[in-house]
């Protein structure tokens, strides 16, 4: 048995039974966390779950793969494993190996993360946001150094399910959407103004759609989206969503206008993703969107590229004639440069948003040029705001800690333990309501921060 504290069969016992103190990173050292609940139950489920999904999928895989994808798909649920134990037994975080682009950053930043800490980083006493991040590129690296598994994506079936299991919702949307382009030259500016704000709390909503947060079980959307946001009004603890307007009304039909929109979840989100960025092309709030997805498998169900164009695809197939149309309308914004698809490195980086200048000065410079950067989701915002324990009431610019490439968005289901923007007593008289209402995506906030 080790003499090292910091090593032990049972971590847990090494946390201090608080919650997260004010104004520190959010930490699974800390019992009294969603972050340790996370380290202790959620993760661990998670790699479970992708190892049973191999074990009982491996002769589709062998099929999909080539007959040498057999040995290595054993290899590689023994490196899950290997990973699983070392998580659950708070193991040091190792250095990743390969020659992927991105592993001297990650390397660099564990050891950084070392000379911080002064011990080796491990998952229960490091920040959550470098360990949680650490456990999906440890996980993509299981596959990535295989020969015939390298574009293998452990989360594909999940979320494709998130998407055909949500087609009566999409189809209710689909036909608000497809109507309300078609009449693009009959509406004045106060009608287009009504129209994006209701888009845009759909777009919002949408974000409950987390397989992540859920374990990797599935989050149905069986409800009129349209209906639904009138009901959610009292949910939303901040909404800003006059002064996004305001920002794209002031430089509407000028030639040069982008909008940045930092991608969230496939399946059901991804669609009200697209059905806002429709109207924002169509009605010239923006002259082009470009959609930042992931690069690797990402939290079980954020977008890669291989899921914005399977989505594109399989709804312009579609039987409902009206879903095969929008699709295909979009797949035309794709080919006109209306819509822009990227894949962004940083975003599966350990890196908040404010360390971006120096990692990806790049994409810093890129998104400077946009009018409009919209960010999507719970792990966006986290790292948009430096995943700290802040004061409720702490301005969102001022948590935004010098990260202003461009006017900000945050659209936000709230499914981690930190906020921030509140007004005084809005957070004691929330908690009042629901004891979970930092993590159980019930409430949300649409905050903005102008350049």
């Known amino acids: 048995m080790s003499n090292d504290p910091n090593e032990s069969e049972m971590p847990y016992d090494s946390c201090e039974d608080i919650g997260t103190p004010l104004n520190v990173q959010l930490c699974a050292k800390y019992k009294r966390s969603f972050a340790y609940i996370t380290m202790k139950d959620r993760l661990p489920i998670i790699l479970t779950q992708v190892i049973d999904h191999m074990s009982r999928e491996k002769e589709n895989i062998v099929n999909e793969y080539g007959k040498g994808a057999l040995e290595e798909l054993k290899i590689a649920i023994g490196k899950i494993s290997k990973l699983k134990n070392e998580l659950q037994t708070n193991k040091p975080l190792i250095l990743l190996e390969g020659n992927a682009s991105d592993v001297t950053i990650w390397n660099a930043f564990l050891k950084q993360l070392k000379d911080e800490e002064g011990n080796d980083p491990r998952w229960f006493h490091s920040a959550w946001l470098a360990t949680e991040c650490y456990m999906y590129r440890r996980l993509r690296e299981a596959f990535e150094l295989t020969d015939t598994l390298t574009s293998f994506d452990p989360f594909r079936s999940k979320k494709q399910a998130a998407l055909l299991d ?4 999409i189809n209710v949307l689909c036909t608000y959407v497809k109507r309300l382009v078609e009449q693009q030259n009959c509406h004045c500016s106060t009608d287009i103004k009504n129209e994006f704000m209701k888009l845009l709390y759909v777009d919002l909503w949408g974000n409950r759609c987390d397989l992540s947060l859920s374990g990797g079980e ?11 946001i009138g009901q959610l009004t009292e949910y939303i603890l901040i909404d800003e969503a006059e002064k996004v307007w305001n920002t794209l009304a002031v430089n509407r039909e000028k030639s040069d206008v982008i909008v940045d929109m930092v991608l969230d979840n496939a399946g ?9 960025a429709d109207l924002l092309v169509t009605f010239s709030l923006a002259s082009q969107v470009r959609f930042r997805a992931k690069v690797l498998p990402w939290y079980v169900s954020d977008v890669c590229i291989p899921d914005f164009q399977w989505t594109l695809q399989i709804l312009s197939n579609s039987e409902n004639s009206e879903v095969s149309a929008l699709a295909n309308r979009w797949l035309g914004h794709m080919k006109s440069g209306k819509w822009v698809l990227c894949a962004d490195e940083f975003w599966t980086l350990p890196h908040v948003f404010n360390q971006m200048q120096n990692v990806d000065p790049t994409l810093y410079q890129e998104l400077s040029n946009a009018v409009l950067m919209i960010i999507k989701g719970d792990l966006n915002y986290r790292k948009l705001t430096g995943d700290i324990n802040w004061e409720p009431t702490k301005p969102f610019s001022e948590a935004l800690s010098g990260f202003r490439p461009t006017n900000i968005a945050a659209l936000r289901t709230l499914k981690a333990d930190t906020i921030c923007g509140l007004l005084a007593g809005q957070a004691e008289d929330t908690a009042a309501k629901s004891s979970e209402w930092l993590i159980s995506g019930q409430y949300a906030v649409v905050q903005y921060s102008s350049l």
């Open 268 to 276: 059901y989100e991804l669609y009200t993703d697209l059905c806002l």
């Open 166 to 169: 949500s087609l009566g919702t």
């Open 218 to 228: 599935k989050v149905l959307m069986e409800e009129d989206p349209l209906q639904k």
